[in-house]
Nanobody
Framework: QVQLVESGGGLVQPGGSLRLSCAAS????????MGWYRQAPGNQRELVAQ???????NYADSVKGRFTISGDNAKNTVNLQMNSLKPEDTAVYYC?????????????????WGQGTQVTVSL
């Protein structure tokens, strides 16, 4: 089984910064991409940022220029540096590992999710 453990959420004032971290552990042979999604009350879960195994990044338009995603393939970790935070960034942030292959003999891949970490941007 694969587990994702997140850390780094909290309360911050508008304009402030937070850094989210996520580590994947368990039976992992490879991961195609890792990323962060968020879900605010009453809204659907949306992609915030993603980084592929090859280093390609993808960001939601609403966070471009403010958030930076980085990853370490060897450690199966992903970080999200969030700067210039706005109240509308308030949400539960979920770490995602996509295309996880658990062994060299696997013929399928799966996606896994963390438990979520709350980010609140408020005065």
């Amino acid at each position: 089984q694969v587990q994702l453990v997140e850390s780094g959420g909290g309360l911050v004032q508008p304009g402030g910064s937070l850094r989210l971290s996520c580590a994947a552990s368990g039976s992992i042979f490879s991961i195609s991409a890792m990323g962060w999604y968020r879900q605010a009350p009453g809204n659907q879960r949306e992609l915030v940022a993603q980084i592929t195994r090859g280093g390609t990044t993808n960001y939601a338009d609403s966070v471009k220029g403010r958030f930076t995603i980085s990853g370490d393939n060897a450690k199966n970790t992903v970080n999200l540096q969030m700067n210039s935070l706005k109240p509308e960034d308030t949400a539960v942030y979920y770490c995602n590992a996509a295309g996880v292959i658990t062994s060299l003999l696997s013929v399928t891949s799966d996606d896994y999710w963390g438990q979520g970490t709350q980010v609140t941007v408020s005065l």
